[in-house]
């Protein structure tokens, strides 16, 4: 394994765990007051001061790790894209460039939840990530249009298509901020581009993982590392159909994450359904109170009567 996979695997498990945090902080959210709810872009890791930012601080280091790994890759050249190295320099510098909206998205939210410099509105906040969302997946979408690797290819083409979901949730909570599933289904899309990032790295860098029939590119002369190519047409239908198999299973995992994260919280905040709506269970105290209050009116009753 080379160091392409390492990246995807630190890409996957910083998108992962930030979309399970945004879930349980949302849900939790909405199961407190349903009515009160409204749609945050970040949401305080501790009531203590020292760990407050916690969640922003791990997001802003991500971003700058990723940055620079994109800035410094743009320099190497690359086999397997279409025309000459400037072409794979100039992708790389997109992805880099979209990144850096990324940090200066989340330093903005930092400065704004910190401090009164910048008073940035939740609406404004996810106009501007659904913009952000929107670059990243004409970037990842123009990558695809210029590999010649079959896989990759295909792996760019479906992480375009997820950042444009996400990016469409993001304009939902825009104009919606009370609307819960939109808030729920953008920690989801999160998530599944998580996962589709370490199934990335998996399907190019690691061979147990590469579909039969394909094998992994290697520039002997420059010693960089390429990615997989199929060399008969029949081989590369089946691992395309391989790779869309594998993402109906990721999206069925990240339905059964967001599932279970709900379940699991209503079950520990007392909430049943009831008619559509939800309403909190009677705790023991309440019971005893009602019960009480029950008595009494019936001891005044029976008074009124006698």
Same mark, same amino acid.
């Given at each position: 394994m080379g160091g392409?996979?390492?990246?995807?695997?630190? /890409?996957?498990?910083?998108?992962?765990?930030? @979309?399970?945090?945004?879930?349980i902080s949302t849900t939790t959210a909405y199961l407190k007051s349903p009515h009160a709810y409204?749609?945050?872009? *970040?949401?305080?890791? /501790?009531?203590?001061?020292?760990?407050?930012?916690?969640?922003l601080y791990l997001l802003i280091l991500c971003l700058l790790v990723a940055f620079a790994h994109q800035t410094l890759v743009s320099s190497d050249s690359d086999p397997l894209l279409k025309g000459s190295t400037p072409v794979h320099r100039f992708t790389s510098l997109q992805s880099a460039a979209v990144l850096f909206l990324f940090l200066i998205l989340s330093l903005s939210l930092l400065i704004s939840d910190s401090t009164s410099l910048l008073p940035l509105p939740s609406d404004l906040f996810f106009a501007l990530a659904s913009a952000v969302f929107f670059l990243q997946s004409s970037s990842s979408a123009s990558s695809?249009?210029? $590999?010649?690797?079959?896989? $990759?290819?295909?792996?760019? /083409?479906?992480?375009?298509?997820?950042?444009?979901?996400?990016?469409?949730?993001?304009?939902?909570?825009?104009? $919606?901020?009370?609307?819960?599933?939109?808030?729920?289904?953008?920690?989801?899309?999160?998530?599944?581009?998580?996962?589709?990032?370490?199934?990335?790295?998996?399907?190019?860098?690691?061979? @147990?993982?590469?579909?039969?029939?394909?094998?992994?590119?290697?520039?002997?002369?420059?010693?960089?590392?390429?990615?997989?190519?199929?060399?008969?047409?029949d081989s590369r239908l089946r691992a395309v159909a391989i790779l869309d198999l594998v993402f109906v299973v990721h999206v069925m995992? =990240?339905?059964?994450?967001?599932? =279970?994260? *709900?379940?699991?919280? @209503?079950?520990?905040?007392?909430?049943?359904?009831?008619?559509?709506?939800?309403? @909190?269970?009677?705790?023991?105290?309440?019971?005893?109170?009602? /019960?009480?209050?029950?008595?009494? $009116?019936m001891k005044a009753l029976t008074g009124t009567q006698a």
């Open positions: 392409g996979v390492f990246y995807y695997i630190f /890409s996957s498990a910083a998108l992962i765990t930030l @979309a399970l945090y945004h879930l409204i749609a945050k872009p *970040y949401y305080p890791f /501790s009531s203590s001061h020292r760990f407050k930012y916690l969640q695809a249009s210029v $590999q010649t690797s079959d896989l $990759q290819a295909k792996c760019d /083409s479906v992480s375009a298509q997820i950042s444009a979901l996400a990016a469409l949730l993001c304009l939902i909570l825009a104009c $919606q901020p009370r609307m819960f599933v939109a808030d729920v289904g953008l920690g989801g899309a999160v998530c599944l581009q998580g996962l589709w990032m370490l199934q990335t790295g998996l399907s190019l860098y690691v061979d @147990a993982f590469i579909p039969d029939g394909c094998h992994k590119l290697l520039d002997v002369v420059s010693g960089v590392e390429g990615s997989t190519k199929c060399e008969l047409e995992f =990240v339905v059964l994450i967001v599932m =279970v994260t *709900y379940g699991v919280i @209503a079950k520990s905040y007392g909430v049943r359904r009831l008619g559509g709506s939800y309403e @909190a269970l009677p705790t023991a105290a309440s019971s005893v109170a009602d /019960s009480s209050s029950n008595h009494i $009116q």
